[in-house]
């Protein structure tokens, strides 16, 4: 008999590093994996996977295992909620036969997991949820004051996206290519607006080049990563190197979601003002 998840608050102490795959900190070394597990599955089935955890470190780590719910926000952060409280949530679909184990060292481990997807779902509609496997037995860690210690936590994050068979693959648009200058710091931006249209989840990268209209130099800025929800709107900023020269610039955006779809690109004219 499988235990449904419960979830619990955690009394992390001051110091709490959220990690999404592997960690490694003064001879502790927890591994986890995978951190992203993609499923698919028709109503009324269940899915089995597994998590991989190992421990190379020397210390028993104590873990406790809970779900959440998580959205993003316009930029692309993730917001985090109970279980089963978001429209498109999968929270109440997972069990697992154990919310806390101990891992030793040199211990690897299997962990099970087990979603049982509804009988009654749309049909054409991603859903998502966060399976949270958190230290409960934080670990003194010494400052340069003997007086003042603090104590370290750990978490990782692992994401289940189910995607139903009539899910529409979709693309990604761009939306708007703007400069823009932030009104507190007064640094000059590259703003880009972008649209999923499909209800699955997608992922990708943005490049941005700058190309000096007078002189021909080429400013390649370091690309940035996103993922972004079913049917949503990001906006992702890139600053503009403070050292950049004023003059007229051709702005240059390439997005890459992957081998298979099509890169996209959008250009505009720019000034930009030393």
């Not at 955690?10 to 999404?20: C, E, M, R, S, T």
């Not at 279980?83 to 069990?95: C, D, E, I, R, Y």
């Not at 640094?187 to 990268?205: D, E, P, R």
Request: glycine share 6%; net charge neutral; proline share 5%.
């Amino acid at each position: 008999m499988l235990n449904k998840y419960s979830c619990y608050k955690i009394p992390i102490l001051l110091v709490i590093f959220l990690g999404l795959c592997h960690f490694t900190s003064n001879g502790q070394d927890i591994s986890i994996s995978p951190v992203v597990m993609r499923l698919s599955g028709k109503p009324g089935e269940i899915i089995n996977r597994v998590i991989y955890i190992s421990n190379t470190g020397k210390s028993t780590y104590e873990f406790q295992v809970n779900m959440k719910d998580w959205k993003r926000d316009s930029l692309g952060n993730k917001l985090y909620s109970d279980p089963g409280t978001l429209l498109h949530s999968n929270a109440n679909w997972v069990s697992f036969p154990e919310t806390d184990f101990k891992l030793l060292p040199a211990e690897k481990k299997e962990f099970p997991i087990y979603i049982q997807i509804p009988e009654k779902i749309d049909p054409s509609m991603s859903t998502n949820s966060m399976l949270f496997i958190t230290q409960i037995n934080p670990f003194e860690k010494s400052t340069n004051h003997k007086a003042l210690g603090i104590k370290v936590s750990y978490e990782f994050g692992v994401q289940l996206l189910y995607s139903p068979e009539k899910a529409d693959v979709g693309t990604i648009l761009y939306k708007n290519l703007e400069h823009v200058i932030d009104s507190v710091t007064k640094t000059s931006l590259v703003k880009i607006s972008i649209q999923n249209t499909g209800t699955v989840h997608k992922n990708g990268v943005i490049n941005v080049e700058l190309t000096n209209k007078q002189t021909g130099e080429e400013i390649k800025l370091d690309p940035l990563s996103f993922a972004i929800l079913p049917l949503d709107f990001q906006y992702i900023y890139f600053k503009i190197p403070t050292a950049l020269a004023t003059g007229e610039y051709l702005l240059i955006a390439l997005l890459d979601a992957g081998k298979d779809t099509e890169l996209k690109v959008a250009e505009k004219n720019i000034h930009v003002e030393d």
